[in-house]
């Protein structure tokens, strides 16, 4: 192979892709310490192997947005990062992995009027560890799928160390893992060879036996991703917890309790009839007795009953009603935010807001102006809505009958028939340029996202 130089190369830091912001690679630096063992009868000195070691330094630019240098950098971590540095970005190329701490951040301003940050990061635990890259550079998936494998040529009896760097996420969760074939056709898992699934920005270093063979020729590696997706109900949500939702990245564990009453004088008091658990000061309160922002305030220790912040409309069924307490956990992976803008009401439900995505089951013939739908489907659809379906390009929503579940748009549809199909409604709301589809950035009257 000819000599090369190092464009293209890239330098992924802590589930970050920095290489942008990156002018200089001073040190990619690993090996062994040595201690110098020189008898008193040499002439020369001895030294044997020592503490494994390595480190990167490099030098960045000045960048404060939000994904730049100076975010990911200054913050100065005591827990430790993930660096890997790409030789290239082809599937196969070299790179070089080391699990680090960061010892500085050093700005400096140049005569020039530059700035530039300095900034070493020093191995912790397992040394600077040389590879070969199993994806080309950034891989973008969408749905399960393998990667191409690359061949190794010859089995090998030296184990594995591995590195997962994840810039983001979609949905739930991705699955990577490792997997090996004799003939690149047929492939197997390597045992030990999985990431945890990861719900977000992080990274992973798995390692497995350097006694661990591979007993087929033409090892070729391969990498599985799996999505899956949770889409939460915001029917009772206020503007208030849509933010929470949003800014702090919810995940909800329901715990259902199935004999709940309530004494019909003390109705902010309930009893679950059974030992509680899993039950946190806080949990939203999903019943149809109880006001929709209705939450656990105190727990009876070592009794079955909790105070909530809202008396009840009515009184619990005799022999017990039940009742979902909904608990959220965030996340800190994310790397966005929301707010209720000046001026709206925090309290305000979703169900009193404007739609912008709404889905029904829709029956027309050709030529039709009209779509009928079944009914409660037409309650959120509202004139001016866009129609997304092939039937019906560029078509307007003109009025909508909730009697009769008509919905009535212009110009007619270009299909002879269109039975039980589903026929999307929406705003524009900015998502048509993102591919996305009409609606599915949400707008609640004239609030609409933004970046803060």
């Known amino acids: 192979m000819a000599k090369q130089s190092g464009l293209g190369d890239r330098l992924f830091i802590g589930g970050i892709d920095l290489s942008g912001d990156i002018g200089s690679i001073e040190r990619v630096a690993g090996g062994h310490a040595v201690i110098d063992v020189t008898g008193l009868d040499k002439s020369a000195h001895e030294r044997i192997g020592g503490m494994r070691d ?87 998936d969408t749905a399960a799928t393998n990667g191409t494998g690359i061949d190794t040529t010859a089995s090998a009896a030296f184990g594995l160390q591995a590195y997962l760097q994840v810039f983001g996420v979609t949905g739930t969760s991705v699955t990577v893992k490792i997997q090996d074939s004799a003939d690149n056709s047929t492939f197997a898992d390597v045992s030990g060879a999985a990431f945890t699934a990861a719900t977000g920005v992080t990274t992973e270093r798995i390692a497995i036996s350097n006694a661990a063979t591979a007993t087929n020729t033409g090892v070729t590696f391969t990498i599985s991703t799996t999505y899956t997706d949770t889409i939460i109900p915001l029917s009772g949500e206020t503007l208030r917890s849509i933010v929470d939702y949003i800014t702090s990245d919810v995940s909800i564990t329901n715990t259902i309790y199935t004999g709940c009453t309530n004494p019909s004088i003390l109705r902010q008091i309930i009893d679950v009839g059974a030992a509680i658990a899993g039950l946190y000061v806080g949990d939203r309160v999903v019943s149809g007795a109880y006001p929709a922002d209705t939450v656990i305030t105190s727990i009876t220790t070592g009794g079955n009953k909790i105070t909530v912040s809202h008396p009840s409309t009515r009184a619990l069924a005799g022999g017990g009603e039940q009742i979902t307490f909904q608990h959220r956990v965030g996340s800190t992976n994310i790397r966005y935010g929301a707010q209720v803008v000046f001026g709206a009401d925090a309290d305000e439900t979703a169900d009193s807001l404007l739609r912008t995505r709404v889905t029904v089951t829709g029956t027309f013939g050709a030529s039709d102006t009209t779509i009928t739908c079944l009914a409660g489907e037409d309650t959120y659809v509202t004139p001016g809505m866009l129609v997304n379906h092939s039937s019906f390009p560029s078509n307007v929503v003109t009025a909508v009958d909730t009697t009769t579940h008509t919905i009535t748009v212009s110009p007619g549809s270009n299909s002879a028939t269109g039975s039980g199909g589903d026929v999307d409604f929406g705003y524009d709301t900015g998502d048509t340029t993102l591919g996305k589809g009409i609606g599915f950035v949400r707008m609640f009257g004239n609030a609409f996202p933004a970046i803060v």
């Open 54 to 140: 390595g480190g990167i330094d490099y030098t960045a630019y000045w960048n404060p947005g939000l994904t730049g240098a100076h975010a990911a950098l200054s913050p100065l971590p005591y827990s430790d990062v993930m660096l890997s540095y790409c030789r290239g970005t082809a599937l196969g190329d070299p790179g070089a992995c080391c699990i680090a701490k960061q010892i500085n951040y050093d700005p400096k301003r140049g005569a020039d009027g530059s700035i530039t940050l300095q900034v070493s990061a020093q191995s912790n635990a397992y040394g600077l560890e040389w590879g070969r890259q199993l994806t080309a550079g950034v891989r973008t």
